[in-house]
């Protein structure tokens, strides 16, 4: 397994399959996944139980997001896009809101074409500061992997015990329609038992909420690098484009990455 964790609080900028050229933001710990899901598929790896550790402060953040944008004003490197994604959850940063309020600020002063995104999974709309800093950034990426309880259960391992997929979708729907939706799709096995959320029940219960949700996108896509678990399958470029078909006939815009 070589998954891997970011150590800045703000890096690169790199180069992003679904997102371009992007300034990646961590407001989570250096040293291990902070996330209220532990998804068979995270890049970061599973969880380390008992395993506590410091996320940055506001101070800090503001420090190196501004040290970062001085940096790159002066080697001449535009990003197209600053990304809340990291090691884990950024929604989960009890000053998240204030953050996201910083980085349009600062974003409008040095780079004011570049989008801000937020990579999230869904887990915390239950917060209105939350959802209210949500609504303020570009593109606000909204994880939903599967309609099916059960399926999001063994993908996504929800540490909340109230977590249910009729509750998502009930506080996505508060966006209005202003927000993308993310859905990894996978086959495979985790712990003997099988999953796949390419089938036609998967998919069928997808674009029904959809519906319910309304996004102005809908963003699939794959696993493109180790994952914790080792007996998954990326689904291959031909099976995505049936997918996203589908659910294009359903209405809606839809990106495969
Ligand atoms: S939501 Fe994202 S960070 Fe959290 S476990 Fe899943 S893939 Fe990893």
Same mark, same amino acid.
């Given at each position: 397994?070589? #998954?891997?964790?970011? %150590? ?6 790199? *180069?992003?399959?679904? &997102? ?10 250096? %040293?291990?996944?902070?996330?209220t ?5 995270? @890049? ?5 139980? +008992? ?37 884990? @959850? ?5 000053? =998240?809101?204030?953050?996201?309020? =910083? #980085?349009?600020?600062?974003?409008? @002063?040095? =780079?004011?074409? !570049? ?8 887990t915390? &709309?239950h *917060?209105?500061?939350?959802?209210? !800093? ?8 909204? *994880? &939903?992997?599967? !309609?099916?309880d ?6 996504? !391992?929800p540490n909340q015990k109230s977590f249910s997929v009729k509750n998502t979708?009930e506080l996505?729907?508060? =966006? +209005? ?14 712990? +003997?038992?099988?999953?796949?959320? #390419? ?32 007996? &998954? ?11 996203? @078909? ?12």
């Amino acid at each position: 397994m070589s #998954t891997f964790l970011f %150590d800045d609080i703000v890096f690169g900028p790199i *180069k992003s399959r679904r &997102l371009g050229v992007s300034l990646g933001i961590n407001l989570l710990p250096k %040293d291990y996944k902070l996330c209220t899901f532990d998804c068979i598929y995270c @890049e970061c790896g599973f969880s380390e139980k +008992g395993k506590s550790g410091k996320i940055p402060t506001v101070t800090e953040y503001k420090d190196s997001l501004q040290k970062k944008l001085e940096e790159l004003k002066s080697e001449g490197i535009t990003p197209d896009v600053f990304t809340f994604a990291g090691n884990g @959850e950024p929604t989960i940063h009890p000053d =998240f809101p204030e953050i996201v309020d =910083f #980085t349009i600020l600062k974003r409008d @002063e040095f =780079f004011p074409n !570049a989008k801000i995104s937020v990579l999230s999974n869904s887990t915390m &709309l239950h *917060k209105q500061p939350v959802v209210d !800093a949500l609504k303020r950034v570009d593109n606000n990426i909204l *994880k &939903l992997d599967s !309609a099916i309880d059960e399926t999001v259960k063994l993908m996504d !391992a929800p540490n909340q015990k109230s977590f249910s997929v009729k509750n998502t979708i009930e506080l996505l729907k508060q =966006f +209005g329609g202003n927000l993308i939706v993310q859905t990894m799709f996978l086959k495979g096995s985790v712990n +003997g038992t099988e999953i796949d959320n #390419t089938t036609d029940t998967e998919v069928g219960a997808l674009i029904d909420a959809l519906k319910a949700i309304n996004p102005k996108q809908v963003m699939i896509y794959s696993i493109d690098r180790d994952t914790p678990v080792q007996t &998954l399958q990326k689904i291959e470029k031909e099976e995505m484009e049936g997918i996203a @078909e589908k659910i294009r006939k359903a209405g809606f815009y839809v990106s495969v990455a």
